[in-house]
């Protein structure tokens, strides 16, 4: 089971409307290569990936452009409109060479500073599970239940952790757990999916660096962990 194969998919088909920019966030300027440019190569550092799936909308004017989109290992695959519909869209397009218990890990495009060794971490602390895990944060802020710009009450902080990526499940889980949730409003990352089919979702310890480029400010902060990552 251990020597199952490794897949990166990407779902790239947003606009990113809170950039406020004049085009979709993966296509920024980031250190002179625009944001995907930079995912996409931190996860092609791994050498584990036999594929990486970019799920882009049929629309897109740019990633055709980009020289990363020549990489052999590289391939693309139609976006849906919701992120469920991009992801199920990339698992298509390698159903002739992965396996049901092949690994996919899929990955924001607007997370370029997930390093090696945070995703090495997480295929050796999963390698051996039935469904797969994701990478997440453990909360140290207090946090607070509101309603009506009112707190209704405190929440136990120990028991909340933020969602990171990748995030790593079997083929065949993944597969038909989104089919399975499809059109599902609560579908909101991967490891939704799987939980709402009543399976177990492993937490790995990520970096805070693995920051999603959100909101303009996210860009320099960005900048500073990849340029701190190459010191």
């Known amino acids: 089971m251990n020597q199952r194969k490794y897949y990166a998919i990407v779902p790239a088909a947003g606009v990113g409307k809170r ?18 440019e930079q995912t996409l190569q931190a996860l092609l550092k791994t050498e584990v990936f036999s594929t990486i799936v970019v799920a ?17 290992m590289v391939i693309r695959a139609n976006g849906g409109k919701e992120r469920a519909d991009s ?81 790593m499940f079997r083929y065949g889980v993944l597969k038909n757990a989104l089919k399975q949730t499809e059109g599902d409003p609560r579908i909101t990352d991967e490891a939704s999916a799987i939980e709402l089919c009543g399976k177990q979702v492993k937490i790995v310890e990520g970096a805070s660096e693995n920051i999603k480029i959100t909101r303009p400010e996210d860009l320099a902060l960005a900048e500073f962990y990849l340029e701190r990552q190459r010191d």
Do not use: F
């Open 87 to 167: 992801v199920l869209s990339a698992l298509h397009a390698i159903k002739d060479q992965a396996h049901e218990d092949d690994w996919v890990l899929v990955h924001d495009a607007a997370r370029p500073c997930v390093s090696v060794d945070e995703i090495q971490r997480l295929i050796s602390a999963l390698k051996d599970q039935r469904n797969g895990g994701i990478l997440a944060l453990p909360s140290h802020d207090t946090l607070k239940q509101v309603k009506n710009n009112t707190i209704e009450k405190s929440i136990d902080r120990s028991t909340i952790w933020k969602a990171l990526t990748p995030q």
């Open 19 to 36: 950039m406020q920019a004049n085009k979709p966030k993966q296509y920024l300027l980031l250190l002179g290569k625009t944001v995907i």
């Open 56 to 72: 882009v909308s049929k629309e897109d004017p740019y990633w055709e452009n980009l020289a990363i989109a020549q990489n052999p």
